[in-house]
């Protein structure tokens, strides 16, 4: 693993406990040589991780499309940042940049990032692990969802286990470090006919 993709809100949130895990996760990555690809915000959570990072010594690259940039969005202080055209190409270009994903506390675009990434796992497109930071229990009734997807029989035990969490920046990177994901097909009824 030599570069991650972190997710998370262009908010501070709520809580001060999501902007100090900002701080510690841009840190961690930076100590452990492991480069922060983002979406390229200079504000909320995004621009702390990055700052945290590049204040620690490491790289940063930050994706971000034009028409966010253009509203005085984009951190220019990075190491490298990518100006797209569409957030799809942002997306694509930071999944094919990044070795494993790591979803903060967020809104709508974290939670569509990180069930994208997800999905193209579930199905076969990488095999490169995503794990939820999951500071104060924010994603404590996501997790509870992903189990009942499960119990549901729409998500195999073998997919659930491509979403790993924990409460700190540090466990979750070892888990990340750790992670070999199993090969399973998609589709649950396919086995039993």
């Known amino acids: 693993m030599k570069s991650v993709c972190v997710f998370c809100g262009s908010s501070m949130g709520a809580n001060?406990?999501?902007e100090q895990a900002a701080v510690?996760?841009?840190g961690l990555l930076a100590?452990?040589?492991?480069?922060l690809v983002y979406g390229g915000g200079n504000i909320g959570l995004m621009g702390v991780v990055a700052d945290a990072a590049m204040s620690a010594g490491g790289e940063v690259m930050g994706v971000i499309p034009r028409a966010l940039a253009d509203k005085e969005l984009a951190h220019h202080g990075v190491t490298e940042l990518r100006v797209v055209r569409s957030m799809h190409e942002r997306k694509a270009l930071m999944a094919d940049c990044a070795d494993a994903f790591i979803a903060m506390p967020g809104g709508y675009g974290t939670l569509e990032e990180l069930c994208e990434v997800i999905t193209w796992s579930q199905l076969g497109m990488h095999n490169k692990p995503c794990g939820l930071l999951n500071v104060a229990g924010y994603y404590d009734a996501l997790l509870r969802q992903f189990d009942d997807g499960v119990s549901g029989r729409f998500i195999r035990p073998q997919h659930r286990a491509i979403v790993?969490?924990?409460?700190d920046p540090?466990?979750?990177?070892e888990k990340l470090s750790a992670q070999r994901l199993p090969?399973?097909?998609k589709w649950i009824e396919k086995d039993e006919t």
């Open 183 to 185: 090969r399973a097909e």
């Open 170 to 173: 540090e466990s979750l990177l």
């Open 164 to 167: 790993l969490s924990a409460a």
């Open 31 to 35: 100590e452990r040589g492991l480069k």
């Open 16 to 18: 001060p406990a999501f």
């Open 24 to 26: 510690t996760l841009g």
